[in-house]
């Protein structure tokens, strides 16, 4: 097993100009495979809501929930850069709150990072975490958890006037001590403005190619996620496809007797099956 990547070894990678490698993951299977592929990060996202709950959005995750999905990437991914990432009421609340939440990440489910979406707005909190000496991961742009606000899941700082914003809340998240930056759907345009002048990592999600690293969705990559497709996406696998198509053999299989066969059967051990027969026949 490689040593576990620490957050000095991202800032590394960035000065290095080395692209960061990031994917969602939310149970153990996927998360070996992660491991296994090398990823730098896993992100234990809320939009497990809409994956693997079947939710319409994030908002109903709960703590509790992200907390059983870190703690399966971790025991599959022991050596990669682990974020949690905090669920809507988990930080809105107070800074305490937010303190609280974001240590349950770490004594539970021995994450590397928490991740909560907000500029300007949650500064406090931010600093509130990090006093805790927890690594923070900003994410400011498209936010999920208050897309209501912002006229549902809509790219951010596509004009002049909109972009000034978002490279305020970049800064002051980097001003803040936060150590890691996710822009979600901006423009290029801005993201790379920010990635030049930030010191820390700064990652993208349909944020286009002038950032230190990048980040999908796991379900999309693979192709498992079938409600719908951001246009950032890239599909990699068609697993919804492949997993059907299995299924629906074995399903035409045992309806037809053509499952299980002779080598999937436990046989009784030797001379056990006459004496069973014999048995029988006395109809005991
Ligand atoms: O929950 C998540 O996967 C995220 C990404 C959409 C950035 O926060």
Redesign the pocket.
């Known amino acids: 097993m490689s040593t576990k990547k620490s957050v000095l070894d991202l800032h590394q990678m960035k000065a290095r100009g080395e692209k960061i490698t990031w994917l969602?993951g939310y149970d153990y299977p996927t998360a070996l495979f992660e491991e296994q592929a090398g990823v730098d990060m896993i992100?234990v996202?809320?939009?497990?809501g809409m994956c693997v709950y079947g939710y319409a959005g994030?908002v109903p995750v709960t703590m509790d929930q992200c907390i059983v999905h870190s703690e399966a990437v971790r025991r599959g991914a022991p050596a990669t850069f682990v974020v949690g990432?905090m669920p809507f009421m988990s930080y809105q609340v107070s800074d305490e709150e937010a303190v609280r939440s974001a240590g349950r990440f770490l004594k539970e489910a021995s994450v590397d990072a928490v991740?909560l979406?907000g500029g300007v707005r949650v500064i406090s909190r931010i600093k509130a975490i990090l006093d805790a000496g927890i690594v923070v991961c900003g994410?400011i742009g498209l936010t999920?958890q208050s897309s209501g606000q912002l006229g549902g899941h809509k790219a951010q700082g596509r004009t002049l006037e909109a972009a000034k914003p978002v490279i305020e809340d970049a800064r002051a998240i980097e001003r803040a001590g936060a150590q890691l930056l996710?822009l979600?759907a901006v423009p290029p345009e801005v993201a790379g403005f920010i990635r030049a002048e930030l010191a820390i990592p700064v990652l993208g999600?349909g944020a286009g190619e002038d950032v230190d690293g990048q980040?999908l969705?796991v379900s999309d990559v693979l192709g498992e996620f079938q409600a719908f497709t951001p246009k950032f996406v890239k599909k990699y696998a068609d697993l919804a496809g492949v997993s059907v198509a299995a299924l629906t053999e074995y399903v035409n299989d045992v309806r037809a007797g053509r499952f299980p066969e002779e080598q999937h059967c436990y046989r009784m051990l030797e001379g056990e099956g006459e004496k069973f027969a014999d048995w029988t026949k006395e109809r005991p």
Do not use: N
């Open positions: 969602t992100l996202g809320d939009s497990l994030t990432d991740k979406e994410h999920p996710l979600e999600i980040l969705i």
